[in-house]
């Protein structure tokens, strides 16, 4: 089972606290997929904990959601002490319409105060 919170009404979080499985990350896009369709618009936060296995199919289903999905989902923040992972993300910026910001563990805070922001609180 997912683990999700709600920071505010656009912004919704989950922790990674397991490997990664197909029916996990189905569970995640269905959570974010119900807060698209509640508010219009959304910020995405995503903490992977450590010690937990992301395969590569997974990760390109991952990606492919984020694609899918980028009209509708404005910020998404990633923290994770995994430096593949942060690369990753980073690179992916690049043909996403989302902003994605990575985080290590230790910058969790720095990470919600940034996603938290609505689309129109900051510049750029």
Request: with cysteine; net charge negative.
């Amino acid at each position: 089972m997912v683990s999700s919170f709600q920071l505010a009404n656009h912004v919704v979080g989950v922790m990674i606290d397991q490997n990664i499985t197909e029916e996990f990350l189905g569970e995640i896009h269905n959570i974010v997929l119900s807060k698209i369709e509640e508010f219009g618009h959304i910020n995405f936060f995503c903490e992977v904990l450590e010690g937990n296995h992301i395969p590569f199919m997974s990760l390109m289903e991952e990606l492919k959601f984020k694609y899918d999905n980028s009209q509708y989902i404005h910020k998404v923040a990633v923290v994770t002490n995994q430096s593949w992972l942060r690369s990753v993300m980073n690179i992916t910026d690049l043909v996403i319409q989302s902003e994605i910001k990575t985080y290590e563990l230790s910058e969790r805070l720095d990470a919600i105060t940034w996603v938290s922001q609505s689309k129109h609180d900051y510049l750029g």
